[in-house]
Nanobody, 123 residues
Framework: QVQLVESGGGSVQSGGSLKLSCTVS????????LAWFRQAPAKGRERVAG???????KYADSVKGRFTISLDNAKNTLSLQMNSLKPEDTAMYYC?????????????????WGRGTQVTVSS
């Protein structure tokens, strides 16, 4: 059974930093994309960043240069380092796993999800 468990959310002032982590268990296939999505109130789910098994990364334009996604294969842990945070980054952040190597921006391509962790950035 595939399980994803996020941690590391919290409240921070604008310009601050947070690091999110996601522990992945139960997935044994070689091909995958792991991604971070976020969803703000009354908005759709947005892919923030993704990384595939070739370590290729993708970022939303809104976070390029500020967020960094990484994967520690030894610890089965996905991370998202978020710097220069802005109030518009406030959202629930979710870790997600797709069995496709291509990191789609479509949340429907990801069958496995964590429960999410809240990030709040105050101005």
């Amino acid at each position: 059974q595939v399980q994803l468990v996020e941690s590391g959310g919290g409240s921070v002032q604008s310009g601050g930093s947070l690091k999110l982590s996601c522990t992945v268990s139960g997935y044994t296939n070689r091909g995958y994309c792991l991604a971070w999505f976020r969803q703000a109130p009354a908005k759709g789910r947005e892919r923030v960043a993704g990384i595939d098994n070739w370590a290729d990364t993708k970022y939303a334009d809104s976070v390029k240069g500020r967020f960094t996604i990484s994967l520690d294969n030894a610890k089965n842990t996905l991370s998202l380092q978020m710097n220069s945070l802005k109030p518009e980054d406030t959202a629930m952040y979710y870790c997600a796993l797709s069995t496709y190597v291509y990191c789609s921006s479509d949340s429907g391509a990801f069958p496995y999800w964590g429960r999410g962790t809240q990030v709040t950035v105050s101005s």
